[in-house]
Structure formats: C-alpha cells, structure tokens
C-alpha cells in the first residue's frame, strides 16, 4: 500500500489547491464583513462570514474524500453515502446549533453557508462551461 507524500511537489499542489478552493470564500466573507460593519451590524457580517467558513470546510472535506478514492478501486456506494451523510449531518447540526442559540441573528449562519453552496455551483458552472469551449 502506498501512501502520499508528506513534502515536496505533491505537498505544494495540494497546498495551491487549497489555497485556490479558499479563496473566493474567503473573499466573499471579508465583503460579508465590511459591509455588515459598514452598516452598523458586525454580527451579521460575522454570521454570514461563519456561514461561508462551515461551507468551505464542507468543501475542503468534500475535496480530501474526493482524493482518498482510488480510481482502481470502484468505491463502494453505501460508503460513499455514508461518509457525504456523515458530513453534512455534523456540518447541519453546527450550523443549526449556532443558529438557535444566536438568536435573534443566528439564522444569517444558514444563509452564509447556502451562498457557499451557490459560490461554489457557480465556479464550478464556469469552469465546466470553459472546458467544453475548449473542449
């Protein structure tokens, strides 16, 4: 059994690669909080901003199972189901906590992490659009 590399190129891809996943979340957070602090209301840029993060994490988690798969292999279905269950079960129950015991502004936490997932169809529309161009 191998194992991948813990430096060098494959650790530097990977880094890029997390770098690039992180950074139109993490543009859009910082936006979410000048502009609740521009309106008087930092908390709910905060919330927002929290929402987009446990978006991201999602993503990233998404992203690390995606590449533990080995193509060779077929995984099995009940284990890919189990382990996309399992995330968006901690991820949901994280952001649903914050958002009953934040009240009365802890429901801008779903809406954080539900423009993450449109940020996130969106790049990946664009990206596909540009391949078949290409393509």
């Known amino acids: 059994m191998a194992t991948a590399a813990t430096a060098g190129p494959a650790l530097t891809r990977s880094l890029g690669r997390v770098l690039r996943a992180l950074a139109l979340p993490a543009g859009v957070a910082l936006l979410a909080l000048l502009v609740g602090a521009a309106v008087g209301h930092i908390a709910i840029g905060l919330f927002v901003a929290g929402g987009i993060a446990l978006g991201a994490v999602n993503g990233l988690l998404l ?9 060779a292999n077929a995984p099995e279905r009940s284990a890919i189901v189990k382990g996309s269950l399992g995330r968006l079960g901690l991820i949901s129950i994280i952001a649903l906590a914050i958002a009953f015991f934040a009240q009365p502004n802890g429901w801008l936490v779903l809406l954080g992490l539900a423009g993450y997932q449109l940020l996130s169809l969106a790049a990946r529309l664009g990206a596909a659009a540009k391949e078949a161009r290409l393509g």
């Open 63 to 71: 992203e690390s199972a995606t590449a533990r798969m080995d193509p």
